[in-house]
Every structure is written in structure tokens, then in C-alpha cells.
């Protein structure tokens, strides 16, 4: 036996190993909703959707027409439409930036049910740009289409024990580069996201389990958003990435629905955000 | 601590010590020779010769009996015996009296003869180790007595001529003829036999019959029947071998979590000589913390435990050590593809002190380049055993195992070679168990046996985050016990075992260090969150007795007592009824601030049908006071902290009840056994949706705690076909949970749930040279949960869970070989040398870890993605081990 062989066999033994299983979920009966609501203090036109959960995760949720959706703070209550074009989208009915240091309420009448959540916006504090660096080792490529490609390890810390938690949202877009002009959406945009949080879990140290590492090319406009993240929320996001990010590893923990501030059974999560961005170019 | 706890055993010690010596005078001779006396005159001339006084009742002693008495060069004790015997009465030593009294006529009405104690110890003739659990088996009474962990045994019979049998697993039975017309100490010393593994199964089968019929709850795992299980990367596995025996079920490949009848992974005690080991894991499970060479003994309870082996919930794993060779040095040596291991023992003092020491470690990373983290375990055992002089003997037992995982650090030796050192600090992680024990072994007299046991024993866990400033994360558990058994074999139908324990325990819960260059620890430093370190007590007292009701029935009940307390330094947090902290309480050194008192009764009642067959029935309750917070699912080691019962964690106790039936036939080539079972598991620990467990100091708010019930059907058939012995057993079983906040407050199926569990094992042994083996297990596969639906929240897919548990992996099925081949031509040489060739999963069978619906499949690897918006579809995916794992293996004893 070569000496390769031998370490791909006690690799494999000791650690394990993946595969793609057909596997049939049980679908449940009930009609879940699920809610995605981020206002941010940025003045423009805040949006949310209203979908129901479906036993595919590749196929698009349906959304969920004909809500009454409104928005109080203090005295004002804003409503909220259902855009024509995309069922289940939500569009507030004038821009307005979520800046107010109160508490915003979330009510949302579906059919018979109600649902309600509450939700504050934290400071948020300045942040840097993030660093990247050019690959020079080909075998983590996923694509040839450059031989100049970049990436990055991490944009924030994801454990701090006192300091501010918040969330970063990292949109990289090269679709205006000539080489890839004829290329889909999905391949010339990535987007990810990353969250510094005061709580530590083993999962997300899991070093069998790091997410796929994407590349994008030289000029590739980035633009970075830090959001700030209250206590609550702080409480969702981990559940969120324990469920998702941090999910199937070597230390894998017991699954569970994430953490949500609604009240009346519907899943998701109402956040108010104060955000910062910086955008630039990879050169 | 409080002081009486530590002072009680001692209090026990002296009482036995004082009762000793108060009967001194009985070794006083008496020379009388009275002839045709009152027996009134004759008790009176004793009296003042040997300067006793007697008591009786003239109503109850015929005193005015005329008789003859003759006591040349006769001790007080034999002088007085030979007064009862003529005056056919029976007597008492108390203090300084004796107390004559009429003959009890027992309950199967046959008079008293006088009786006698037959006691030693059954030893290994060759190396001068005591054996465990060796039968000596009377005929004349169909029944005998079991040495015990220390190899003692001590039988008292009516005066008369028996014979004896004496037999232990592995070697030659010794038959003895005995005339027993007075206390006898004798030594057995068994010679080893050159057998073959059918044979083994023969002695084994006797051996369990002629043992009393109480401890039918135990299963016991010899060196000699190590040798028919399976093999893990080549090496015999003690804790992944228990999946071989009914009611126990593995977590899977590469773990060495177990379940035992419905119970928790935590609630099973595992001692090694006497000390308990947290986490017996090498290499994240893949192999156990215990050198097989270095075990004698395994003792498995997994019901109606010994009221002095308490503390968990489930299961008792009783390890013990071995002594060493009293009269000459030898040594073992096992090279395998992953795990080396060297062995050496011998007199230190022959036939008075001997040492045992056992290295293994692991050479995986010399397969890998110096740049790739890698996984490092040793462990060390060392023992030395003192026998002072027929009555005490000392034992002291240290291990110490150690795993290491990170990035390694090579040097140049003198040689000029590249040599492995160690492990940089930042970024490592590792575990590590400490223990250390000293045991003295003293025979107050022929009857009562004790042993008193100190011992220490650490278990933590570190990673080492940043190396400059030495700012590590460790959680540990330490503990430190006085422990005083004893056992008294009254007669041969009832003994007694009888003891206290006082034990203290220490408990970081995970915490962040900052090492000072000075060496001290600083934790404030860092202003990081600070877990409460806890400390707490525990004394228990307990008793058990076996007793013989006629020739059908055997009876065992006792009883085990706990006082449990917490105290400072410490800080404690209340909370309200939504685990919300409300109020901190500060308690200060040695301030006791919790305390809860239990006894946890057992009764097992056994019934003989006929010869082959019997039934039992036991009940027993069990508490358990530390707690494992894991909210893991996966088979491998990771960061589990051990907390204290206590204000906000209540303590877990269990009630048992099972009924069991045992047959084997005459020929004694196959056995068979069932029983059922049902189980009330009272305050199991789950917790609330994604607790927070590590770096919390509310991590308490995390926990919930309710009921479960366990029930099951266990069956085992073992057969003897010629040279192929099979064991085979099929068992059904359900754990369920109900608990407070968790799955909406309804029953679901705990972790430990395995509706089914089959296992064969095969040896066939034609030849002395040859063995061939190998084991087939299925069972059903773990519960998961798993989801009802997706919805997205901000690019990302996430899971919708309907029930908790509510979706199970397939079932677990593995098939495994192995061929052992002697390589000597001559069998009786000293020096032994054997090679083994095994397969792990022969037939390559996918067994999972856990199925994932978050991960999608890329060109080469299947993973969960970082770009939210990358075209590739989300798929089910499965984590698992499916590939054969050959080895080889060779070992060398002299």
C-alpha cells in the first residue's frame, strides 16, 4: 500500500466522512409562517417578507399575499403593501430611515392568526475594510475563469465576551468586468454573512466543518455593511447560524428551532439595525 | 467537608480494631483435667483458671449434667468449645464474658454442628497474582464462595470432610479434600492453563454457576475473555466491547459513549481501581483510555449495583488493574498501525512487593507531514502491591492518559534526527485523566475482610487560545475519597458487606485563564464572564446482605445512604419561573449552602427451579449527584462539563425493577438467559432550545430536567458447537422523555432509544495456534431531529423542526474479523509471541453520524456554503464512517 493511501485510509477512519443521501422528510400539515423583517436607519423604502415554509429547500418559498402589516413607533404607524411583483414582499408606504432610539412594533394579521414582535435598535460603532489576499494555492479554486482570483478568511471575530456584537453583511459583485459580461447572476455576485457575538460555541470552532470558500477576481466592487444587533437578536443570530453555518460537523449538537421575538407561533425575526458601510474595489 | 465526615470511617476502623483485641484472652491456655463433675462445677473451674466469667440460665443449661472434661494445652476459646460440645449448647464471646446458651435449631431443622472458617486468597502460582472472582465450590452443600476484588474468599461450614473445588477462567481447576475440624487459612495458587478459547468458555460457564446465585446481575471480562472480542484498529477495546452485552448499546463507530438500559451517557460510573475516569477516550473516542494489558478484571453492573459501588445512574464499570508478577520480572509489547504498547512488571521484594507498568501511545502523526495538526495520546499505569504480611496488604495504583490535538513541534536530537516534542500551545486542545489510589487490604479475622481506599482523581479538558499571554479555556473535575468496606462472612449462607465513604469534588465548569509569567492564574484580567466554580460533599453509608433462605432461595437487600452538600466559595443565582436571573447569592469558604439526604434501598430475590435453571427478580433505586451538560449529539468527545447537583440542578434517581430468567444445560455448553426490565428515571436533564453552555455563568438557565421511562427485553444464548463457540443475543428496548419546556411538553424518545439490538460473536479454535473470530452487530439507528419544512431568513435556508426527535438514522450494522496466529512452536516457552490480522467493518457499511439538509454539493466536497447566493442546489448529506479499516498487530509477552 502507498504511503498516500495509507493516510487517505486513517484520515477517513478518524474523521469520517460525507456523502449525499436521499433522505424523505416527514412534511408537516400545518401552515407555518415564517417572517423576515430587517429595518435599518437607512431613509428608504423598508421591506419585509411573509412566506410559509416548505418541506423543499430549494424551492422558493410561497409567499403569503393579502397581510396587513404595520409598523408603530411612539405615536406613528406606518403600513406596509404587498409588492405586486413579488408575492409575499412587503414595501413600507413612504422611505424612512429606523433611527429612533424607542421601540418599534411589528403587528401582522394573516387570515385569523396575529402576529406580533418588538424590537429596539443598538448602536453601532465604526468598523474597518476587510482584508483579502490573492490565492496561490489553485487546489482550493472552484473556478478557472481567472488566474487571478482572491478571497478571504474572516471579516470579524465571531466570539468577543463584552464588546459589541453585530452583524456583517459582505456583498462582492464583478458582474461589470468585461471577462464576465455573458456570466449569471450567481456566478459574478457572492454575498455572506458573518456575526461577532458575546456567547462561544464549540461548533463554530469545528475545523471539519468550515463553510466553502468562494474566490472572486480582481476588480470586484465589495461593499460591507455592519449592522448593529441587540441582546435579542444577538440570541437569534446564534440560533441561526447553529442551525445553518455551524450545523453537521464533527461536534454536532441537538437541533432545534431558532429563537424568535414573534409572538402567535410564527418562525423569523424582526430586527432594527443601525448600519455603517464601506464599499471599494479589489485591486 | 464537615470533620465527622472524614472522621467516620476511621471511627469504623477502630471499633473493629477494639473488638479484635478484646479477645485476646481466648488465646489464654487452660489445663484442667476434671472427671465425673457437675457441668455447673466444671464452667466454674474454667472460670477461674482462665480468669472468664460465664453467664447462663439454669433454666436453659442443664447444669446439673455429670461429664467428663479434659483440656491439656487448650486455648480458652477451643476449651469452651469443647464444654458446648459435650453439653451439646451453644456460646457467645461478648467483651469479657461468655455467654453459654442452648443450641438454635436452624431453620431447615437440622441442629448446629460446630462450624468453622475455612478463608486465603486464590493466587496465580506462577506470577503470585490474586485472582478475581474465582469459585471455590463445595459439593457436599451445592454451594461455596466467590474470592473477592482482592482475591480474598472465607467460607464457615459445620465441622466434616469437603471437597473443594477451585476454579477461575484461564486456569486448571484445583481439587482439594479438606477435614475441617477447625479454622483453617488456605492459600489456593492455580496454575495457568495453555487453552484454547472453547475451553475458557467451559470454565466461564461453571465457573458463573458455581457462583452464588446474588450476583447474577454482573457480567465479568477476564484477560483470558478479552481475548474473543473485537479488535479496534487491532487493539481489544474493554469499553467498546460492552456493546457485546445485553442492555448496552454504543453511540457508534469512533465513540466510546455508551448506554445502559435507557440511561443517559453520563450515568455510568467508571472506576479503575476504584477510582473514577471521566472520560475514557483516546483520540476523541476511537480508543479507550485504558491499556488492555494492564486489566485483570472487569466487573459490569448494569442493575441491582452494589449498594458500596453507587453514584450514577446506570451502570457500574468496574476496572481492576494488574498487581504485577511476585516471583519474576516480565514484560509485553504490542506494536499496531496507530497504538504502541509496553508493559513490564516483576518483584520489587519477591513474594512481598511488585510493580506493574503499562506505556502506550500513539504514532498516527508519522504518517502525516510536520505541517498537519495531529492527533497525540499516551497513557501511563503504574502499581505496586505490598503484601505486609497475611493479614494486610497495600495496593497503589496510578494512571495517568493525556490526548493532545494541534499543530506539532519537531526538534534535532543528539542524533541529528527530526524527532516529535510536542504540541504549540495556540490552537491546541486536549484532555487529560489523573488518577491515583492506595488501598490496604486487612483481615480483622477469618470473617471480616476490609479495605480502606484514598483516592484522587482529575479529569479536565483545555484549549489553549493564545500562547504568548497563556490565555486557555479548561473546565475540570477533581474529587479526593476516603472509602472504608468491609465484608463479614458470617456463616455460608449470609455475609454482610458494610462501609462509609466521604468524597469532595471540585468543579470549573469552563473558564478562561490568563497564565502569569509568574505561574499564577488570573481570570479578571481578561473582564471576561466568570463561571462559578463549585465545590461540594458527599457521605455515604451502606450495607448489604446476602443470605440463603433454605436450598431454593437466595436473598440479597441493603441499603446505600447519601448526604449530599454544596458550599462555598461560590456564587449562586436564582432565577424566576422563566430562567430569568432574579438574585445572586455569595457564599463564603466552607459555607454550606445546599444539602439533600437520600437512601437508595436494593432487594433481589432469586429462586433455584431446578439445577439448570432459576429465576430473579430485583428491585434497586439509584442517585446520581453529578451532572454531564452536553447538548452534543455527536459520538465524539468535545468540551462536556461536569456540574454538582444543587438549587437550581436537582438530583437524578432512578427505580429499577427487573425479572430474569437463567438456564444451562447439563453439559454445560449452552446458556441461556432473559430478562425484563422497566426503569423510572426521575429528574433527567434536557435542555432548553440552543442553551448556552459553555463561558455562561447562567449556563443553569439552560437546563431542564424531567421523567423518563425505560423498559426492555434482554436475551443471550451462548452455544458450543466443537471448536466454534457462539454468543449471541437479541434485545428490545424503548426510552422515553417527558420534560418541562422541551418538545412542547410532550413525550419523545430519549437518545439511548434502540427498539433493537442483535450481536453474534464467533471463535472458532481448532488448533492451540489458530484463532479465528469475529462479531456481527446490528441495532437500530439514533434518533435525530429532523425537519418539517425550510423558509429563508436573509439569504440563508433554515430548518423548521416539528418535534424533537422525531426522525431516526438507519440502522447501525457492522461486521468485524479477526485471525490470530501463536507464532511459537512450543506453546509452554516463557516467551510468547503472537500476530494478529483484523478487519473493522468488513463489508464497509455506511453507518451514520448524523444526515444534514444545510449543506450543498460542490465539485469535490459537499459543505455548507458561504456564498449565500452561489447557483449550487441544497441536498441531504450524510456524515459517517463507511470504510473497512484493516490492521495488524503483534505482541511479544516474556
Known amino acids: 500500500m502507498k504511503y498516500w493511501q495509507l493516510n487517505i485510509i486513517l484520515v477517513l477512519a478518524l474523521i469520517g466522512c460525507r456523502k449525499k443521501v436521499d433522505w424523505e422528510l416527514e412534511k408537516s400539515d400545518e401552515t407555518i409562517y415564517s417572517i423576515d423583517a430587517l429595518f435599518t436607519n437607512e431613509d428608504k423604502y423598508q421591506s419585509l417578507t411573509i412566506t410559509t415554509t416548505n418541506i423543499d429547500p430549494n424551492q422558493i418559498q410561497s409567499g403569503v399575499a393579502d397581510a396587513l402589516v404595520m409598523l408603530t413607533n411612539y405615536n406613528d404607524t406606518i403600513f406596509f403593501f404587498p409588492d405586486i411583483d413579488s408575492v409575499g414582499l412587503y414595501v413600507s408606504e413612504f422611505e424612512f430611515p429606523a433611527d429612533d432610539t424607542g421601540e418599534y412594533v411589528l403587528d401582522l394579521f394573516i387570515d385569523t392568526h396575529y402576529f406580533k414582535a418588538v424590537s429596539y435598535a443598538a448602536d453601532v460603532a ?105 441582546e435579542e437578536h444577538a440570541a437569534f443570530l446564534r440560533t441561526l447560524m447553529a442551525e445553518t453555518e455551524w450545523h453537521g460537523g464533527t461536534f454536532d449538537i441537538a437541533k432545534n428551532n431558532l429563537y424568535t421575538n414573534f409572538d402567535g407561533g410564527a418562525v423569523g425575526f424582526f430586527a432594527v439595525c443601525k448600519v455603517r458601510e464601506i464599499s471599494f474595489v479589489v485591486e | 467537608m464537615r470533620v465527622y465526615q472524614l472522621i467516620l470511617p476511621f471511627v469504623f476502623l477502630f471499633i473493629g480494631l477494639q473488638s479484635s483485641y478484646s479477645q485476646d484472652y481466648l488465646k489464654n491456655n487452660v489445663n484442667l483435667q476434671l472427671n465425673g463433675l457437675t457441668a455447673d462445677s466444671v464452667i466454674q473451674r474454667i472460670s477461674e483458671a482462665a480468669n472468664v466469667n460465664f453467664s447462663f440460665s439454669h433454666d436453659q443449661i442443664d447444669s446439673d449434667k455429670i461429664i467428663d472434661f479434659s483440656s491439656e494445652n487448650l486455648k480458652v476459646s477451643e476449651a469452651v468449645r469443647e464444654l458446648c460440645k459435650k453439653l451439646d449448647i451453644d456460646y457467645l464471646y461478648l467483651k469479657k464474658q461468655i ?65 473443594l473445588r477451585v476454579s477461575s477462567i484461564g486456569f ?24 484454547k478459547l472453547d475451553e475458557v468458555e467451559i470454565i466461564a460457564s461453571e465457573k458463573q454457576d458455581e457462583k ?19 479488535r479496534n484498529f487491532g487493539e481489544v477495546e474493554v469499553i467498546k466491547s460492552l456493546n457485546n452485552i445485553p442492555g448496552i448499546n454504543s453511540h457508534g ?60 445512574l446506570s451502570s457500574v464499570i468496574d476496572i481492576q488493574t494488574k498487581d504485577g508478577n511476585m516471583f519474576q520480572t516480565g514484560g509485553y509489547i504490542n506494536l499496531s498501525p496507530i497504538v504502541n504498547t509496553f508493559s513490564l512488571e516483576g518483584p520489587l521484594w519477591e513474594n512481598k512487593i511488585s510493580y506493574y507498568l503499562s506505556f502506550r501511545n500513539s504514532h498516527l502523526h508519522r504518517y502525516f507531514g510536520e505541517n498537519i495538526p495531529m492527533m497525540y495520546f499516551r497513557d501511563f499505569n503504574l502499581k505496586l502491591n505490598y503484601k505486609v504480611n497475611e493479614n494486610n496488604r497495600i495496593y497503589v495504583t496510578s494512571y495517568t492518559g493525556r490526548d493532545d490535538f494541534g499543530q506539532r513541534i519537531y526538534s534535532t536530537n543528539r542524533v541529528g534526527r527530526t524527532v516529535f516534542t510536542g504540541f504549540y500551545e495556540e490552537g491546541s486542545f486536549g484532555w487529560g485523566n489523573e488518577s491515583f489510589t492506595v488501598r490496604w487490604n486487612h483481615l480483622f479475622s477469618d470473617k471480616l475482610f476490609s479495605n480502606l481506599t484514598f483516592y484522587g482523581s482529575n479529569y479536565s479538558y483545555d484549549v489553549k487560545f493564545e500562547d504568548t499571554l497563556g490565555i486557555n479555556w479548561e473546565e475540570r473535575i477533581q474529587n479526593r475519597s476516603l472509602k472504608m468496606d468491609f465484608t463479614y462472612y458470617k456463616n455460608d449462607r449470609t455475609n454482610y458487606r458494610f462501609g462509609a465513604q466521604v468524597k469532595s469534588h471540585f468543579f470549573n465548569p469552563g473558564n478562561i485563564t490568563l497564565g502569569q509569567s509568574d505561574g499564577t492564574v488570573r481570570q479578571d484580567l481578561l473582564n471576561l464572564p466568570q463561571v462559578p466554580m463549585k465545590q461540594s460533599g458527599l457521605f455515604n453509608l451502606y450495607c448489604d446482605r446476602d443470605k440463603k433462605i433454605g436450598q431454593k432461595w437466595n436473598l440479597s437487600y441493603g441499603f446505600r445512604y447519601h448526604s449530599w452538600n454544596n458550599y462555598g466559595p461560590t456564587d449562586e443565582y436564582i432565577y424566576d419561573d422563566n430562567y430569568q436571573v432574579i438574585d445572586t447569592f455569595t457564599f463564603g469558604t466552607d459555607q454550606t449552602y445546599f444539602r439533600i439526604k437520600d437512601i437508595a434501598p436494593r432487594l433481589s430475590l432469586s429462586y433455584q427451579i431446578d439445577s439448570f435453571s432459576f429465576a430473579k427478580l430485583s428491585y434497586d433505586k439509584t442517585v446520581q449527584h453529578l451532572h454531564l451538560l452536553s447538548n452534543s449529539t455527536s459520538p465524539f468527545t468535545t468540551i462536556e462539563l461536569w456540574v454538582p447537583s444543587g438549587p437550581n440542578i436537582p438530583r437524578q434517581f432512578a427505580r429499577s425493577l427487573t425479572l430474569g430468567y437463567y438456564y444451562k444445560n447439563r453439559k454445560g455448553d449452552l446458556k441461556f438467559s432473559s430478562e425484563v426490565y422497566v426503569r423510572g428515571l426521575h429528574n433527567q436533564i434536557d435542555f432548553a432550545d440552543h442553551p448556552n453552555l459553555l463561558m455562561n455563568p447562567y449556563l443553569e438557565s439552560s437546563i431542564r430536567s424531567g421523567y423518563g421511562q425505560a423498559q426492555g427485553w434482554e436475551n443471550s444464548i451462548e452455544k458450543k458447537f466443537g471448536p466454534l463457540t457462539t454468543k449471541t443475543s437479541l434485545n428490545f428496548s424503548r426510552s422515553w422523555r417527558i420534560i418541562e419546556g422541551v418538545n412542547n411538553d410532550e413525550w419523545y424518545p430519549a ?26 452487530i446490528s441495532m437500530s439507528g439514533m434518533v435525530f431531529t429532523s425537519p418539517t419544512g425550510f423558509f429563508n431568513y436573509q439569504g440563508s435556508v433554515v430548518p423548521y423542526y416539528a418535534e424533537k426527535n422525531n426522525d431516526r438514522l438507519p440502522d447501525y450494522q457492522r461486521v468485524d474479523l479477526y485471525l490470530t496466529k501463536k507464532l511459537n512452536k512450543n506453546l509452554d516457552k516463557r516467551v510468547q509471541h503472537e500476530v494478529t490480522l483484523s478487519v473493522y467493518n468488513i463489508l464497509g457499511t455506511f453507518n451514520f453520524y448524523s444526515v444534514n439538509f444545510n449543506q450543498k454539493l460542490y465539485a469535490n466536497s459537499i459543505s455548507t456554503p458561504k456564498d449565500l447566493i452561489g447557483q449550487e442546489e441544497y441536498i441531504s448529506s450524510a456524515f459517517g464512517l463507511g470504510i473497512m479499516i484493516p490492521s495488524i498487530n503483534y505482541s511479544l509477552r516474556f
Do not use: C
Request: proline share 5%.
Open chain 1, 126 to 230: 465604526g468598523f474597518q475594510r476587510m482584508n483579502y489576499f490573492q490565492i496561490t494555492d489553485t487546489s482550493i479554486l472552484n473556478n478557472s475563469l481567472s488566474d487571478t482570483l482572491y478571497t478571504y478568511q474572516r471579516i470579524a471575530p465571531n466570539y468577543t465576551p463584552y464588546g459589541e456584537q453585530a452583524m456583517f453583511y459582505t456583498y462582492f459583485d464583478w458582474s461589470h468586468l468585461p471577462e464576465y459580461a455573458n456570466e449569471s447572476y450567481e456566478n459574478t455576485h457572492a454575498f455572506s454573512k458573518e456575526y461577532t457575538l458575546n456567547t462561544y460555541d464549540i461548533s463554530q470552532e469545528d475545523v471539519t466543518n468550515l463553510p466553502k470558500r468562494f474566490t472572486f477576481p480582481k476588480g470586484t466592487r465589495i461593499t460591507q455593511q455592519k449592522y448593529s444587533v441587540n
Open chain 2, 99 to 163: 455467654i453459654l446458651k442452648p443450641k438454635k435449631v436452624n431453620t431447615d431443622g437440622i441442629d448446629d454442628k460446630e462450624k468453622f472458617t475455612i478463608s486465603g486468597y486464590v493466587k496465580d502460582k506462577k506470577s503470585g497474582e490474586i485472582q478475581i472472582g474465582s469459585a471455590i465450590y463445595i459439593p457436599e452443600i451445592e454451594n461455596g464462595a466467590v474470592t473477592n476484588t482482592y482475591g480474598f474468599y472465607s467460607i464457615t461450614l459445620p465441622e466434616g470432610t469437603y471437597n
Open chain 2, 172 to 195: 486448571n481447576t484445583l481439587n482439594e479434600t479438606l477435614e475441617l475440624n477447625k479454622n483453617i487459612k488456605l492459600d489456593f495458587k492455580l496454575e495457568s492453563s495453555l487453552m
Open chain 2, 212 to 230: 452464588l446465585v446474588g450476583h447474577l446481575d454482573k457480567v465479568s471480562l477476564s484477560p483470558n475473555s478479552l481475548v474473543g472480542l473485537s
Open chain 2, 253 to 312: 463507530d469512533g465513540s466510546v459513549f455508551f448506554y445502559v438500559r435507557g440511561g443517559n451517557k453520563d450515568q455510568n460510573l467508571i472506576l479503575l481501581d476504584e477510582a473514577p475516569i471521566y472520560n475514557p477516550s483516546h483520540m476523541l473516542g476511537f480508543f479507550s483510555s485504558f491499556s488492555p494489558d494492564a486489566i485483570k478484571n472487569v466487573d459490569i453492573y448494569k442493575s441491582d449495583i452494589p449498594s458500596s459501588k453507587g453514584g450514577m
Open chain 2, 751 to 776: 437518545v439511548s432509544d434502540r427498539p433493537y439490538d442483535f450481536n453474534l460473536q464467533l471463535t472458532y479454535q481448532k488448533h492451540q495456534k489458530w484463532i479465528f473470530g469475529g462479531q456481527v
